[in-house]
């Protein structure tokens, strides 16, 4: 009988709780009117802000307006306008999926200790935002301004405001030229180039020229042009250089400086230092750089010195030592073993071109593949003091470059030492050259 009569008891308890759930839950709906929206709550057109402040995570930040943005602790910093007006955006229309009216209990929606707070002062009123809790079930931000509502926001704005000063920062930027009239370097290795479209050269691809009127190689200047406006301008190890600070980074006398001029008249010029060696086992190594003598002085990475620096003469010009399209030579003369050989391109019966030795057609394919692989291993200005391995004439169907030699001289057992129309060159891999002995050999012996 006890047993019945205690289960009748917490039936009893059980039934009050519910119904007290019942009448909170009641209540916590009469005060808290949940209603679809779709309404804008807040239009805050971005020209009128003139002070704008907000705290996310750890990062507190505070601007105003004076013609231009500027940074309340440092005016001097350089505010990145374009980079403001983007954090000014989300409330030029901010609207709401849902509005929950009569809210009491903020907490519940992350809101009593927002995840980002952004304060908004146009005139004399301030408007402030709190961003509190993400709903991962609606996919969308609570967001409070003060109005005794909670709004849920389908744009979540919060993801603008992951930000920390160096984002805000307005970067030098070295600009992609369409056409690029000059280049002058300053450095170690002091020289200039300009684009010539109409420059003396075997090839009609160069367009760069030297200060001596020398062929540049198009590809490789490109090459260095690319990489140089690609380089990473983005950590900055101040916004205002002071002359101590340009010493203590190495740019009071810079160690490279590069001037490029448009077609157009427009130039850019970029200052590099020393790369300075890492420190400890954790040190980095780096460099510095900055644009058109601007306060901002930038860490670059070891690979993006590398590219800048990478442009003297000697890394420019032509590797190969055969720069002519190979459909232009008519003949080539020979001198192997002291013995002389001569090819001569000629037509068959049928008018198609043809390459004979000795009266007989040869297929001289090889031949053209050793010449086009002879390219430079380090430039040199040596003089040759071994035996010549072979040397060609090579006749080309152009009236201003009616044709050129090449002499290959043995300067050990691995490498050899070129030399151009008389002048040496360069050194080169000996495989290379005896690759192109046993093409004329193959052709000579048949």
């Known amino acids: 009988m006890k047993r019945y009569k205690r289960v009748w008891i917490l039936l009893g308890v059980l039934v009050v709780v519910v119904a007290a759930a019942l009448v909170a839950t009641r209540v916590r709906e009469r005060k808290e009117d949940i209603k679809t929206s779709g309404e804008t709550f807040l239009a805050i057109a971005p020209d009128d802000v003139t002070k704008l402040s907000f705290t996310s995570g750890d990062t507190s930040l505070a601007f105003h307006r004076d013609d231009t943005w500027l940074w309340n602790d440092d005016e001097a910093f350089p505010v990145d306008q374009e980079k403001i007006a983007d954090l000014l955006a989300p409330f030029e229309n901010l609207s709401a999926a849902f509005v929950i009216?009569?809210?009491?209990?903020?907490?519940?929606?992350?809101?009593?200790?927002?995840?980002?707070?952004?304060?908004?002062?146009?005139?004399?009123?301030?408007?402030?935002?709190?961003?509190?809790?993400?709903?991962?079930?609606?996919?969308?931000?609570?967001?409070?301004?003060?109005?005794?509502?909670?709004?849920?926001?389908?744009d979540d704005p919060r993801g603008t405001f992951d930000v920390e000063l160096s984002d805000l920062i307005k970067n030098d930027t070295v600009p992609v030229f369409e056409s690029l009239a000059s280049a002058r370097i300053t450095g170690e290795s002091s020289w200039s180039f300009t684009y010539d479209e109409e420059g003396d050269s075997y090839s009609d691809k160069d367009v760069y020229f030297s200060d001596s009127g020398l062929p540049l190689d198009t590809s490789r200047v490109d090459d260095w042009l690319d990489k140089l406006t690609a380089a990473s301008l983005d950590e900055y190890v101040t916004y205002n250089a002071t002359e101590e600070e340009l010493a203590s980074c190495g740019l009071d006398a810079p160690m490279l400086s590069v001037e490029l001029t448009a077609a157009d008249g427009e130039s850019v010029k970029l200052e590099l230092s020393e790369i300075e060696p890492a420190e400890g086992e954790e040190g980095e190594t780096k460099a510095y750089l900055r644009v058109n003598g601007s306060q901002i002085v930038y860490a670059i990475t070891p690979d993006d010195y590398t590219f800048i620096a990478r442009c003297a003469y000697d890394d420019l010009r032509h590797l190969e030592l055969f720069t002519p399209a190979f459909d232009t030579v008519t003949a080539i003369d020979v001198t192997l073993e002291g013995e002389k050989y001569t090819f001569a391109r000629g037509e068959n019966e049928d008018g198609e071109s043809v390459w004979t030795y000795n009266d007989g057609e040869v297929d001289i394919s090889s031949l053209e593949a050793a010449v086009e692989a002879l390219s430079a291993l380090e430039f040199t200005g040596e003089s040759p003091t071994d035996k010549q391995e072979i040397a060609l004439t090579l006749h080309l169907a152009d009236k201003a470059h009616p044709e050129l030699s090449l002499s290959l001289y043995r300067l050990d057992g691995a490498k050899c030492l070129a030399q151009v129309n008389g002048e040496t060159v360069c050194t080169l891999t000996r495989s290379t050259v005896v690759t192109l002995v046993e093409a004329v050999n193959t052709l000579i012996l048949g």
Do not use: F, H, W
């Open 101 to 154: 009216d009569g809210v009491t209990d903020y907490g519940q929606y992350g809101l009593t200790e927002p995840e980002c707070t952004v304060e908004l002062t146009v005139g004399e009123n301030t408007t402030t935002v709190k961003m509190g809790a993400y709903s991962t079930l609606d996919q969308q931000r609570y967001v409070d301004i003060g109005d005794g509502k909670v709004y849920l926001v389908a």
